[in-house]
C-alpha cells in the first residue's frame, strides 16, 4: 500500500497554520517529516500522531460532507505579570484538558515575553469551543474595566 503524504503547505491548510509555523515544526522535530529534494513531505501517520486526532485529516479517497469551520485567534495580553501569565497559561490548559471526547479539537498555546511584560495566547479550534475559552480570558485581564 502507498504511504500517502502531504507537502508543508496542504498540511498548513488542513490545520489552518500558516506554512512558516509547520515548517518550523519540522525543523523543530515537533512533526516527523522527510525531506525529498528541497521540499519536505508529512506523513498521514505522522501527522495524525502530531494532532493527536486521526478526524483531522479527511478520509481517504472521500469528499467532505460536513462543513467544517475553525478559529484561529491570537490574544494579546500587555502589562502582565509572569505570575498572572502563568496563572492564566495554567487556567487555559486545564480548561482545554478537560473537554469531553466527543468534542472537536481545541488547542491552546502560550507564550510570555518577560522583557516587555507580554502575554500572546494562541486558540486554534470550533467556533463555539473558542468563543467560550476566550470568554475565559476576559474577567482575568479586565478587559471591560475601562
Known sequence: M??????????????????????????????NAVRIGKQYRISREDLEAFTGHP???????T??????VEVSSIVQVDAI???DADRMSTLLMG?????????RPLRVETAY???????????LGDLAA???LLRLIEPLVGANDD
Open 95 to 103: 480548561a482545554t484538558a478537560h473537554r469531553r471526547e466527543d468534542m
Open 81 to 83: 505579570s509572569r505570575a
Open 130 to 132: 473558542s468563543a467560550e
Open 63 to 68: 469528499v467532505r460532507t460536513e462543513r467544517h
Open 55 to 61: 478526524d483531522v485529516l479527511p478520509e481517504r479517497d
Open 113 to 123: 515575553d518577560e522583557e516587555r511584560a507580554r502575554m500572546k495566547v494562541v486558540v
Open 2 to 31: 502507498a504511504r500517502e503524504l502531504y507537502s508543508v503547505d496542504q498540511v498548513a491548510e488542513l490545520l489552518g497554520l500558516h506554512v512558516r509555523t509547520v515548517r518550523n515544526y519540522v525543523r523543530d522535530g515537533r512533526l
